[in-house]
């Protein structure tokens, strides 16, 4: 009787597929390859992201980016478990690169792709970024400064010899313009690389959900989610915090007249900034409503209609007080956020050349920023709160 059972048993076993992993493999080959096998048990779903989809194939990956750039076209990236054969190219657009993954040395151009690797734990394939100047990761600048970490240059000025001779397996740039950018540059020169186009994003939790295209890259799928899923509950927390002030909401200006150029530049309701400021309680002055751009005003316009604002929040560089404001124009001192001492700027965290850590780890942390927003247009509701990028301006 046993036996009958255990032969039966063996027979079953025989008409199943191959056995499942436990999870994905971040850590070397597959050795002993079976096309029975999903070598990607544990996948990522994209809830707020709009600009990258993914879609899973047994042992590999088809990655796809959209909008990178104005005009950009799409790109297409086929990210292939190691030690598993490559699917044919014929089957997919002219262009798309193809790369083993978990992937090995990588270079970063733009600081917001930093995050990521720490959040990842990745920093050890870290071979190369753009410059150090601006970094605010203190163990990127580590890195950079005990030279284990190389820097490679900008846009298509980038040193492409040096780039050859880190010999990375990826590069991670962006684009603004093909003819100015980094990424035609290291495709002509056979270097995989990815277009990071997290900036392209309207959503706060968008463009934070970003690190989880940098975990297709070493499998890290499972790791990513759970972080995700960690941020979006702290930013839909906070956002609900802010929404029981909704009755009220103060008037929020954004920006200033630099100086240089006689126009305010104000968000969008749409955009980026206009969705974080409607989310934290705020009503944005002069921001057309269904915009996800930016518009340029007068002066003039501005100075009316932001006269009155509540809170002013300047988000220009090297402005830490008050008189750092006259100093750019003395009309500054007229509004009222300024009379009652309610001008913030986005520079709490800056490293020695101003580098502006709400432009690096602010992207995947939305909710940090919306916290430091909550906490400004609604001290009630925390007060507490210990800000992480936002510093309201000496009166001095």
Not at 1 to 9: E, G, N, Y
Not at 226 to 236: G, L, R, S
Request: aromatic share 12%; proline share 5%.
């Amino acid at each position: 009787m046993k036996a009958t059972l255990l032969a039966l048993f063996i027979l079953i076993a025989s008409l199943l597929p191959a056995s499942a992993l436990d999870g994905n493999l971040t850590d070397g080959c597959v050795e002993d390859y079976s096309a029975d096998v999903d070598y990607f048990p544990d996948k990522v779903e994209i809830l707020d992201a709009s600009k990258f989809t993914v879609e899973y194939f047994n042992s590999y990956k088809v990655l796809s980016v959209a909008d990178a750039f104005d005009g950009a076209p799409g790109f297409t990236y086929v990210l292939v478990q190691c030690g598993t054969p490559a699917p044919s190219p014929a089957d997919f657009p002219e262009g798309t690169q193809f790369i083993e993954v978990p992937a090995a040395d990588l270079i970063t151009l733009s600081t917001t792709q930093l995050p990521a690797l720490s959040q990842l734990d990745l920093l050890e394939h870290l071979v190369g970024v753009d410059s150090g100047f601006y970094i605010s990761n203190p163990e990127v600048a580590r890195l950079i400064a005990d030279g284990e970490v190389a820097e490679v240059g900008f846009g298509a000025e980038i040193n492409i010899e040096l780039v050859l001779e880190l010999q990375p397996q990826l590069v991670m740039s962006y684009g603004y313009n093909p003819a100015t950018d980094a990424h035609p540059v290291l495709l002509e020169a056979g270097i995989f690389t990815a277009l990071d186009a997290s900036w392209r994003e309207l959503s706060p939790l968008g463009r934070a959900e970003w690190l989880k295209f940098t975990a297709l890259f070493y499998n890290r799928e499972a790791q990513a989610s759970a972080i995700y899923q960690d941020i979006a509950a702290q930013y839909e927390a906070v956002k609900a915090a802010a929404a029981v002030a909704a009755d009220d909401r103060p008037h929020v200006l954004i920006n200033s007249f630099l100086g240089y150029a006689d126009a305010w530049f104000i968000p969008g309701g749409e955009t980026y900034v206009g969705r974080l400021i409607r989310d934290a309680g705020g009503d944005l002055l002069l921001a057309e409503a269904g915009s996800a751009t930016s518009q340029g005003l007068s002066f003039e316009v501005a100075y009316e209609g932001g006269f009155d604002a509540d809170i002013w929040l300047v988000e220009t560089f090297g402005i830490y007080s008050g008189a750092d404001l006259l100093a750019l124009d003395s009309r500054f001192g007229d509004f009222a956020a300024f009379q009652s001492g309610d001008v913030w700027n986005n520079n709490r965290d800056e490293n020695a050349n101003g580098g502006n850590n709400y432009y690096e780890a602010g992207v995947t942390n939305p909710h940090l920023v919306l916290a430091d927003l909550v906490a400004i247009f609604h001290p009630d509701l925390m007060p507490a709160h210990e800000f992480a990028f936002y510093q309201r301006l000496a009166s001095g």
